[in-house]
């Protein structure tokens, strides 16, 4: 299966990333109480309540449909636009994750990286770096979002 993605783009999005959303969804469904404790690093634990439960279940279901859509559209797509468009869409969206998380810990506790809990270093640490590998991406660092020989100019006629 090709994709337009570079090497670098294609190892991080198309296999990394994957990998890291089941691993997320994997922990916010079946372990729910420690995905909503770990959030935020040097946190009391605490009795989940229902609500708690259905907002990690919830937000396991979005990491499992962002696994899968990536996949999708990086493995389906002969389109550069469309490319470009999900990692600028992705990209908007790491930004508002960061700012969360950020405005929930605070400066001080978001750029004290050493004091960082696993869980926070998944939830901000591969965040940023993912955000970096796409606009490095998007600016074409590791190379052209083009499509492969193999796929250019192949129409099926009838």
């Known amino acids: 299966m090709a994709t337009l993605l570079p090497t670098v783009p294609y190892w991080v999005f198309c296999v990394s990333e994957p990998v890291s959303l089941v691993v997320g969804f994997a922990i916010a469904v079946f372990q729910p109480g420690q995905f909503v404790e770990l959030q935020l690093p040097n946190t009391d634990s605490a009795e989940l309540s229902s609500s708690g439960k259905l907002i990690a279940w919830q937000t396991g279901n979005l990491f499992g449909i962002m696994a ?3 996949i999708a559209i ?3 797509t002969t389109e550069v636009a469309v490319v470009r468009r999900y990692l600028i869409a992705l990209l908007l969206g790491d930004i508002g994750h960061l700012t ?3 405005w ?3 400066s001080y506790e978001f750029l004290s990286a050493h004091r960082w809990n696993w869980f926070t270093w ?3 640490g591969i965040t940023f ?3 970096l590998v796409r606009i490095s991406t998007l600016m074409g660092l590791f190379g052209e979002i083009k499509p492969q020989p193999s796929t250019v ?3 099926k006629r009838k």
Request: hydrophobic share 70%; proline share 0%.
């Open 100 to 102: 969360a998380v950020w």
């Open 74 to 76: 990086l493995f389906a």
């Open 153 to 155: 100019g192949k129409v």
């Open 68 to 70: 899968m859509m990536g």
């Open 104 to 106: 929930m810990m605070g």
């Open 129 to 131: 770096l993912l955000a």
């Open 122 to 124: 998944g939830n901000v």
